[in-house]
């Protein structure tokens, strides 16, 4: 994929934070974008910008967890459209807590999101993009999470652990049908995420949310960066992205200096 101009893409988890700067970076760049979330007000909110932005854009609430609603987004979709060219599966939510002490109620929740919403995503629309012979690209969005199981992080990071292994198998499968698939790592990034982690067991504490929080607040890395890195990892067809200085660091750090690494992550006590 040489440009975005002409070119139809997906975003999910569009109404805020990562999702919303994707969308009108692609807008901006001359693709048409289709926003899905679940809050149809805030999607309504992001279309307007990318109107604004120069592109052309429309809205079709949905839950990415919840297959029927997909298929019936893929649908609308195709209706309109033989199939899109640019897939980016970013909705996503996170939680910390003991492994042991999160309930399993959680830990489904979590995984029917950040993991089913993704192969949803990929079931719904690549079987097109296949048929049409013409490529594309997919884009799932990870973590620094998904390189390193930190302390008190690991059911987010089997979560996103999961979305970089989904991604490297498919990318091999894909390459045939000229299909592109990039799975992007970001550290911490200031979005409105940081207000909706939800933290339980010895970690639901003021205590560890302020901890949470102050690690959210030191961080320059914002939404419009990753989105500008990731339309850089379409164009380049790039396997991974790592963005930020957490996620440089870790990468490099598991890569060449493990026990160092574990050493310093250990949980405290």
Known sequence: ????????????????????????????????????????????AVRLKCVNAGG????????????AQMQALA???HAQFPAI???????????????WEVEPADWKRLHDINVMGVVYGIRAFVPKMIARGQGGHVVNMASVSGVFGAPGMS?????????????????LELHRHK??????CPGFVN??????????????TEKARARVAKDFEKTTLTPERVAQRTLQAILKNEAVA??????MLVSTLKRWAPAVLERFMRAPG
């Open 179 to 184: 299909i592109g698939v990039s799975v992007i």
């Open 155 to 171: 059911t987010y990071s089997a979560s996103k652990f999961a979305v970089v292994g989904l991604s490297e198998s498919l990318r």
């Open 191 to 204: 979005t409105p995420i940081q207000t909706k982690v939800k933290m339980v067991g010895s970690l639901g």
């Open 85 to 99: 060219d640019i897939l980016v599966n970013n909705a996503g939510v996170v939680m910390g807590g003991f492994t």
């Open 56 to 67: 052309k854009a429309w809205v079709h609430a949905a839950e990415v967890s919840d297959e």
């Open 75 to 77: 649908d609308a979709v």
């Open 242 to 247: 790592g963005i930020g200085k957490e996620a």
């Open 1 to 44: 994929m040489n440009n975005f101009k002409n070119k139809v893409a997906l975003v999910t988890g569009a109404s805020s934070g990562i999702g919303e700067a994707i969308a009108i970076a692609l807008a901006s760049a001359g693709a048409t974008v289709i926003l899905t979330a679940r809050d149809q007000d805030k999607l309504d």
